[in-house]
């Protein structure tokens, strides 16, 4: 089955540094890529979605300079986390759909749990 | 607008005993729903979903889900829980955004297992 590789799995940063995370689609190619925020016992919030070779389209509230989204393959897409600070402190979580598995297709990667100290 | 509301923060049932977990949902159009699973720091996990097909949906690990149009509801529910059942739920809507169909969560339902 479709399997999402999410690295890393986590990760402790001083404050003022930048955090990279990546999402791997490792059996497709993964067309459109959705980054997902999570606070502590909250849902899941959608931040922005990316499609393979264009922009990221970021969600009301979310900021773009501060998460860099790039989708620059079909297997692979990347968040960083610029100049981050403590409210940055999340786990956030990637998923990935392609035509292929259909519109009814998201596979979850397993997560990073980022702590900004 | 579409939106699920999932009607319970915490269930907590004994090993053995069915399992119920309540979701409604609002939706302007057919809905796609889905139900996904997350164990403590991990990913989602999908146990289910219903795409306009059979009504009654069975899922992996004995869970299932009956989406009811006239009650606006699409329930888990599974006849014997396991402690291995014991994780974070999430009852999902999939909405057309754009050129791209987006995922909005239901706030989660922790379901507790007892011995």
């Known amino acids: 089955g479709a399997v999402v590789s999410q690295h890393p799995s986590w990760v402790i940063c001083k404050s003022g540094t930048s955090v990279k995370i990546e999402c791997r689609s490792l059996d497709f190619q993964a067309t459109t890529m959705f980054w997902y925020r999570q606070f502590p016992k909250q849902s899941l919030m959608l931040m922005a979605t990316s499609n393979e070779g264009s922009k990221a389209t970021y969600e009301q509230g979310v900021e773009k300079d501060k998460f860099l989204i790039n989708h620059a393959s079909l297997t692979l897409s990347t968040l960083t986390v610029t100049s981050a600070h403590p409210e940055d402190s999340s786990f956030y979580i990637c998923?990935?759909?392609?035509?292929?598995?259909?519109?009814?297709?998201?596979?979850f990667g397993s997560g990073t749990r980022l702590t900004v100290v | 607008a579409q939106s699920v509301t999932q009607l319970d923060s915490h269930v907590s049932v004994s090993e053995g005993t069915p399992v119920l977990l309540r979701c409604n949902y609002s939706s302007s159009y057919s809905p796609s729903l889905f139900w996904y699973v997350q164990h403590p720091n991990k990913g989602l996990q999908l146990l289910l979903k219903?795409?306009?097909?059979?009504?009654l949906v069975k899922g992996i690990n004995g869970f299932e889900a009956e989406f009811k149009k006239s009650e606006t509801s699409f329930h888990l529910t599974k006849p014997s829980a396991h402690m291995s059942d014991a994780a974070e739920y999430f009852c999902v809507v999939s909405v057309r955004g754009g050129s791209n169909y987006k995922l909005t969560f239901g706030k989660g339902t922790l379901l507790t297992v007892n011995p």
């Open positions: 998923s990935a759909s392609s035509p292929g598995q259909g519109y009814y297709g998201y596979t």
């Open positions: 219903y795409t306009s097909a059979a009504t």
